[in-house]
């Protein structure tokens, strides 16, 4: 037995290891690579291809959402498919998280999508690293047609004045309540303009008039530090990063910051750190805010006719960001964008693509305000008429804050990690770890730190 | 020469009937870690080329708290959780070996764990049994106990993950059960003679001659707790958190990999955890002698 054991044992253990190592090892872009297969278009001439609109050419178009926009999209660009027969388009989609993992995948691995979905959150990391394509090229060729972009929704765009991505929608973040909640505590609304101490006073109100039962609001200090505390820095006339990359807040801002959500968090008018962290990562039909555990809750305004859908009773309805007595305005253009990626050996037809896509009756008929309200100012006229009420407020909420927006800086490279430092230190706070004083000093000297590798 | 071809004249039908095997060893495995091996002396964003930067990574691992973090719920996650797990896979083979009815039902069913609980649905189960609202706290609540939010705190969730691994108790089991088989029952009849308790027997007779498994089993299950990565990626819903509390070392390779773009950092950290497991391994191997008994 004991031979046998033994050659067993030495097998399996060499075979386990293989494994770990290949496990390991995966995350090499040959891996991916060579594991995906890259479609092949059909035409592989592209000087022909301006010429020769017959020419037959595949382009893939990924985005992220769930399985509402995924039809929609997928019928979009059906439509797409019939206007331009000869241009196919292979669609690939997926979470929010997911679809940002593969993408980088895909990046690095060298068969990224034609057309992607981008967002501001990560366009920097692309953008920087030279993955994506400059979009002036298309335009200045004809294929992409902006002239009813107003000159601020194209700029935001715009990373070292160079236009990486245009806005299949803009939006504006805000605070969400729904009405029949605050009726039946028998709480007055906030109000559209309300400051940090507005906020804080409402939060406790209702915590106190609910008994108990309700949380004013969930907990901003942590998470993404956008567009939460970005626009707490904005209004201190500073911002997350300096246009050449540095941190752009000082500490006082961030004691200030973390300092207001301990005090709430200390008198019980947001959730404590363990019921915060269970829900944060919550799909929208599970969320504090849906599941009744919180009256209040911070969300992008296209997505009101989402939460809307889960209320049988009430409005939802979104007011502005708390605003800074003596403040500046916070406010910047958000929204979901569509970018080409530089190794796309179809760049024209992925142009037309795009511009198909933000710029014909035919797409937005169906698009709406999926994404935010349409950025080109023709096509936002257009769908008006098509709204549901819960999609007109967001409209509204959006055409009413955005006159407030002004530019703001794209994150250097590293802004992932100091988003996790952000993040891992809000919530060091909120289990008592560390004071908020502490906390700050440490995100200061580390996140300096992972700016200067 | 002439040998070597009259090898392959012999063998080629052996080496074509491999080759599906070897390609995939190939070109999934030896090249992807040779690839591996190279970038973790590199920085490498996984957009622009790899820079060499030699022992870099390396080093900076070692000043990196996080890092310490991952290692040290790891081995936690490891070290108390492969021994509480193999001592509960023992316990049931016993209870199974004492030759009760219907033993190929139970074994089957006992094994399931095993087969799926590294899943991401078991993971979201997990997540629901253990959350604040879930069926712990209600039975819980039922019994009179105070209840808490298990996943979400940080003193308590690795061990949900622990319980979890645990639970998968199934694949050492089996292996226990035919070990147990093994023993020679004339054993237990000279040690009854000689007026052995059950306690003196189980002690006596059945653990030394089963260590060869247990070792087995030890080897094994630890190697594997080494690379857990789905439940701690589902149930914190890829933070790790909270606190770093669920900060699996695969975890943080994959953040670092794919979410901060350091993958020769990553790559490095890969390299590391080899490294970990094999001299864990091998401390395992070099100890065996003082406490596994081979018969013969």
């Known amino acids: ?287 504090m805010f849906v599941t009744g555990l919180v009256a209040i809750t911070q969300i992008p305004a296209n997505q009101i006719y989402l939460y809307q859908q889960q209320f049988s009773e009430g409005e939802i309805r979104m007011v502005r960001m708390p605003t800074l007595t003596g403040g500046q305005n916070g406010e910047y253009i958000e929204g979901a964008y569509l970018s080409i990626t530089e190794k796309s050996k179809h760049p024209e037809e992925a142009a037309l693509f795009i511009d198909f896509f933000i710029n014909s009756e035919r797409s937005l008929e169906l698009f709406k305000v999926e ?53 891992d230190q809000a919530s060091k706070i909120a289990f008592g770890q560390m004071s908020v004083e502490e906390a700050a000093k440490a995100f200061m000297t580390e996140a300096q730190a992972i700016l200067q590798r | 020469m002439n040998k070597l071809k009259q090898a392959w004249r012999n063998n080629w039908v052996g080496y074509l009937f491999l080759s599906p095997w070897l390609i995939g060893v190939l070109t999934l495995s030896a090249i992807p870690m040779l690839a591996s091996l190279y970038l973790s002396f590199t920085s490498y964003d996984m957009f622009t080329p790899p820079k060499f930067i030699g022992l870099d990574n390396y080093a900076t691992m070692f000043q990196d708290a996080k890092w310490r973090d991952s290692l040290r719920v790891t081995s936690m996650y490891v070290f108390l959780g492969v021994p509480l797990q193999l001592i509960f896979a023992l316990a049931i083979a016993l209870f199974l070996n004492r030759g009760i009815s219907g033993l190929k039902f139970y074994r089957a069913i006992y094994y399931v764990p095993s087969l799926f609980g590294g899943s991401v649905a078991i993971a979201l189960l997990w997540r629901q049994l253990f959350g604040s609202k879930g069926l712990v706290n209600s039975f819980l609540t039922t019994l009179g106990f105070e209840t808490k939010n298990w996943i979400a705190s940080p003193d308590t969730a690795l061990y949900t993950l622990i319980v979890l691994m645990i639970w998968q108790f199934g694949s050492p089991m089996v292996i226990f059960l035919a070990g147990l088989k093994q023993v020679p029952i004339e054993l237990y009849e000279a040690s009854k003679i000689d007026g052995a308790s059950k306690w003196k027997q189980f002690s006596r007779v059945t653990l030394p ?37 669920t900060l699996f070392y695969t975890l943080y390779l994959y953040q670092k990999g794919f979410t901060h773009f350091q993958m020769g950092y990553a790559s490095a950290m890969a390299w590391f955890l080899l490294l970990f497991i094999a001299c864990a391994t091998a401390i395992l191997f070099i100890t065996s002698k003082k406490w596994v008994y081979y018969q013969e």
């Not at chain 1, 034609?114 to 200045?140: I, K, N």
């Not at chain 1, 999609?391 to 002004?406: K, N």
């Open chain 1, 1 to 287: 037995m004991s031979k046998m054991m033994k050659s067993l044992m030495l097998y399996a253990l060499s075979i386990i290891m293989l494994v770990t190592v290949a496990a390991c090892s995966s995350n090499t872009p040959n891996d991916a690579a060579n594991t995906t297969s890259t479609p092949k278009a059909t035409n592989q001439n592209d000087s022909n291809q301006q010429n020769d609109k017959k020419d037959n050419v595949e382009i893939r178009f990924t985005w992220w959402g769930d399985t509402t926009r995924n039809e929609l999209y997928n019928a979009i660009v059906d439509r797409f498919e019939e206007e331009y027969p000869h241009i196919k388009v292979k669609r690939e989609f997926g979470g929010w998280g997911d679809y940002w993992d593969r993408l980088t995948t895909q990046v690095a691995g060298g068969n990224a999508p034609d057309v992607v979905s981008m967002h501001q959150f990560y366009v920097s990391d692309y953008a920087r690293r030279g993955a994506l394509l400059d979009l002036s090229q298309v335009v200045d060729s004809g294929s992409l047609d902006l002239t009813n972009f107003p000159e601020s929704a194209i700029n935001s765009g715009r990373i070292n004045d160079t236009l990486y991505m245009v806005p299949k929608g803009v939006t504006m973040p805000g605070w969400a309540y729904n009405t029949a909640v605050f009726d039946e505590l028998g709480i007055d609304y906030p109000d559209m303009n309300w400051t940090w101490e507005d906020y804080a006073a409402k939060v406790t109100e209702i915590y106190e008039k609910s008994g108990g039962s309700l949380w004013g609001s969930v907990d901003g200090s942590g998470g993404q530090p956008q567009p939460n505390f970005r626009y707490f820095t904005r209004q201190h006339g500073q911002d997350l990063y300096t246009a050449d990359g540095q941190i752009g807040f000082t500490e006082e801002t961030l004691v200030k910051w973390w300092s207001m959500w301990d005090e709430l968090r200390k008198k019980g008018a947001i959730p404590d750190a363990a019921t915060g962290t269970e829900y944060e990562n919550a799909p929208l039909e599970q969320n």
């Open chain 1, 371 to 423: 994404q935010g309200s349409p950025a080109s100012t023709t096509m936002s006229e257009f769908v008006k008429p098509l709204l549901e009420p819960a999609q007109q407020r967001a409209v509204d909420f959006i055409q009413e804050v955005l006159p407030y927006a002004t530019d703001a800086v794209y994150a250097p490279l590293g802004a992932a990690e100091i988003q996790q430092l952000f993040s």
């Open chain 2, 209 to 245: 001659l089963i260590t060869p498994v247990v070792f087995f089993n030890l080897v094994m299950q630890i190697i594997g707790a080494f690379q857990a990565f789905t439940s701690a990626y589902i149930i914190s819903g890829g933070s790790g958190g909270p606190l770093n509390s």
